[in-house]
């Protein structure tokens, strides 16, 4: 293949030829020698030394204020809270999950299971599905351990009021956890729904989350879904709560 020739210059002038080095030198001395930091050396370009811009913190420069604006809390609806609970459902559910540290949420299985309630170091239990035609535990059931245990006989019906639970049974975990070596499970029939509630409560008003952070917290350690009924009365617990703090 043959070569590219340059292209040839055309016009009757000659090509200008290049400076020399010493040329180029002599011209540079022979210029204004200036003392200032900065310079505009083509409109609205300048140069400069690193002082001016670490003195004058870049002063020939327009400043844009902008103001943050922090938007208010949004209470999440029914039907986002709904997909959220959707998001991370694992094909498989354990029967006990430690999903806050020392907090356990788990099922009537890991409830009967004195080995392994021994085994975790389980100083309190919170029945939320006890009752005689449910999780019929009770402190009797645990005479033979040492730990505590509170009861509460709720159904896993949307139409069931839990929140009549949510402070007493907050208040309960808040104090078992102070205790040394306070391990606490709050456990229903199958460990998604109202035991789930009540420990969504607990986060909500003793840690200081919102629905969904709580949610986000308990969601990452265990699978949960609490009844329609449920979630709404979380929702009024989270609105509560906002106009409280001032998140609303």
């Not at 140069?47 to 902008?66: E, N, T, V, Y």
């Not at 170091?121 to 730990?147: C, P, W």
Request: charged share 20%; net charge neutral; glycine share 6%.
């Amino acid at each position: 293949m043959a070569e590219a020739s340059l292209p040839e210059l055309r016009g009757d002038a000659e090509a200008t030829p290049c400076p020399s080095i010493l040329e180029l030198e002599e011209l540079l001395r022979a210029g204004k020698v200036s003392s200032s930091h900065v310079d505009e050396v083509w409109p609205n370009l300048y140069i400069g030394d690193a002082m001016d811009s670490l003195q004058k913190q870049d002063l020939r420069r327009p400043k844009i204020h902008r103001t943050v604006r922090v938007s208010p809390y949004q209470p999440p609806t029914l039907a986002s809270l709904q997909r959220l609970l959707w998001v991370r459902r694992a094909t498989t559910l354990s029967h006990v999950d430690e999903v806050w540290p020392n907090l356990f949420l788990g099922d009537a299985y890991a409830a009967r299971d004195k080995t392994k309630l021994a085994q975790l170091g389980i100083t309190h239990i919170v029945n939320v599905a006890a009752g005689k035609f449910q999780v019929d535990t009770g402190a009797e059931f645990y005479r033979n351990m040492s730990l505590e245990y509170y009861g509460i006989e709720a159904d896993d019906t949307p139409s069931f009021d839990l929140s009549v639970y949510f402070l007493p049974v907050a208040r309960y975990i808040r104090i078992a956890l102070s205790v040394p070596r306070g391990r606490v499970l709050v456990h229903c029939a199958m460990g998604v729904s109202r035991s789930a509630t009540v420990v969504l409560a607990f986060l909500m008003i003793c840690e200081n989350m919102t629905l969904v952070e709580a949610i986000q917290t308990v969601q990452a350690h265990r699978n949960i879904y609490p009844n329609s009924g449920f979630l709404q009365q979380l929702q009024v617990l989270d609105n509560r709560l906002g106009r409280e703090t001032g998140r609303l």
